[in-house]
Antibody, heavy 119, light 108 residues
Framework: EVQLVESGGHLVQPGGSLRLSCAAS????????MNWVRQAPGKGLEWVSY????????YYADSVKGRFTISRDNAKNSLYLQMNSLRAEDTAMYYC????????????WGQGTLVTVSS | EIVMTQSPATLSVSPGERATLSCRAS??????LAWYQQKPGQAPMLLIY???ARATGLPARFSGSGSGTEFTLTISSLQSEDFAIYYC??????????FGPGTKVDIK
């Protein structure tokens, strides 16, 4: 069974930093690209970032480019999101999800970790 | 960026009735369109992909149609567990997905 468990979300002040983690199990992590998707409270879904299997291809949404960094450790079956210069509008539930190497929807999602940016 | 819109924002339906949800893309996404269901406190769940293919185990009362820029999700006879928010997503510009704002299906 595919399991994705996010962690690291909590309350942080504007301008602060946070590192999210996603522990993957139940599948061969190194064979799949991964995504982060977020959802502000009471709002819709926003794709944040993508990383390929070998980390050779990385994409970011314009809203986070230059502030967020996605990475992965295939030996540890883990995905990360380093978030710097956080803003109030970054407040959201952050979901990690399994990606693909070609146009495909998202089959598997974690349960999310909540990031709150507030003073 | 491909912008997705959904209508209506809220749909009030009685159990057993039919629900029809619409999704429109700002440019053609071919059939690279998915529908997700999200219940409070839960992650989204994939229902439909390729505009009309049902995800594994999805009841037949759910059906998707459309291509290009206009798509529809139909729930033929609403059950109590179907009251939720439904999002469409285009993955034609993969991996830069975009989602619609959602349609909330609630009890009439």
């Amino acid at each position: 069974e595919v399991q994705l468990v996010e962690s690291g979300g909590h309350l942080v002040q504007p301008g602060g930093s946070l590192r999210l983690s996603c522990a993957a199990s139940g599948f061969t992590f190194s064979r799949f690209s991964m995504n982060w998707v977020r959802q502000a409270p009471g709002k819709g879904l926003e794709w944040v970032s993508y990383i390929s299997r070998s980390s050779s291809i990385i994409y970011y949404a314009d809203s986070v480019k230059g502030r967020f960094t996605i990475s992965r450790d295939n030996a540890k079956n883990s995905l990360y999101l380093q978030m710097n210069s956080l803003r109030a509008e970054d407040t959201a539930m952050y979901y990690c999800s399994v990606g693909s190497e070609s146009p495909s929807p998202i089959d598997y999602w974690g349960q999310g970790t909540l990031v709150t940016v507030s003073s | 960026e491909i912008v997705m819109t959904q209508s209506p924002a809220t749909l009030s339906v009685s159990p057993g009735e039919r629900a029809t949800l619409s999704c429109r893309a700002s440019q053609s996404v071919s059939s690279n369109l998915a529908w997700y269901q999200q219940k409070p406190g839960q992650a989204p769940m994939l229902l439909i992909y390729g505009a009309s293919a049902r995800a594994t185990g999805l009841p037949a009362r759910f059906s998707g149609s459309g291509s290009g820029t206009e798509f529809t999700l139909t729930i033929s006879s609403l059950q109590s567990e179907d009251f939720a928010i439904y999002y469409c997503q285009q993955y034609n510009s993969w991996p830069r997905f975009t989602f619609g704002p959602g349609t909330k299906v609630d009890i009439k």
